[in-house]
């Protein structure tokens, strides 16, 4: 399984968790709520979707509202295909959403992990934003070192993109360091990822820590981006 496409099995896995929905409906909210996948079409979504029901997983069901009952007879549309998540579907996503290693510090695989903080522990959110912090101070020291080696030969506009870079990345881990203050202090963050309110946390009982106001569904640094 791509990187890519493992993301987008958790991210599907993740809001059907949240109630059933039909295709469309689905892919609205992954460009809507998950900006990080404003790239992926019909073309991918529909056979992530037929994987996940193969796997037992995912499950489809006749859409039951007025207009689905219509479409089949208007100009041969057929109805809309509902798909809801199973029990096995559910204990898998649980099983993901329990996973810390490397991949879920990437740029994109982050985004989508932070997005379902409300439905995680918060011992594993821990560990998902030390582990990105890590990886971001990584980043930003090699940054560092490389623009003192470069610099002398940079004209001003480069310079200035390189110095652009590293301050996006600076600006994450402060974030960064505040959520996991906050995690470490036992605080709950309000809102969500798409607008709703703070969900349970399904481990131990507390809400989970959310985005803040401002703070993009895909962190704006440049780099390390999953492909």
């Not at 900006?35 to 992530?48: H, I, N």
């Not at 219509?70 to 898998?92: D, F, N, Q, S, W």
């Amino acid at each position: 399984m791509g990187r890519r496409s493992g993301i987008l099995e958790f991210a599907v896995l993740g809001l059907l968790r949240e109630s059933p929905m039909h295709g469309y409906e689905l892919r609205k909210r992954l460009n809507t709520s998950l900006g990080v996948f404003r790239a992926f079409s019909y073309g991918t979504l529909y056979p992530c979707l037929k994987t996940l029901v193969a796997s037992g997983w995912l499950t489809e069901e006749p859409g039951n509202t007025s207009e689905d009952a219509l479409a089949a007879p208007l100009a041969g549309r057929r109805a809309k295909i509902v798909y809801r998540l199973t029990a096995e579907g559910k204990e898998h996503f649980e099983e993901l959403l329990s996973q810390t290693g490397p991949d879920a510090y990437d740029d994109e695989h982050f985004a989508a992990r932070f997005a379902f903080f409300g439905q995680t522990s918060r011992d594993v959110r821990m560990r998902v934003l030390e582990g990105r912090r890590s990886r971001l101070e990584e980043r930003l020291e090699k940054m560092r070192a490389s623009l003192t080696r470069t610099r002398e030969r940079l004209d001003d506009y480069t310079l200035e993109l390189q110095r652009h870079g590293m301050e996006s990345v600076e600006r994450e881990v402060r974030w960064l360091n505040e959520l996991i203050e906050s995690e470490r202090a036992g605080r709950d963050l309000k809102g969500s990822a798409s607008g709703g309110t703070a969900q349970q946390d399904t481990t131990n009982g507390t809400t989970g820590g959310l985005p803040r106001p401002g703070m993009p569904s895909r962190p704006d640094t440049p780099g390390d981006t999953a492909t």
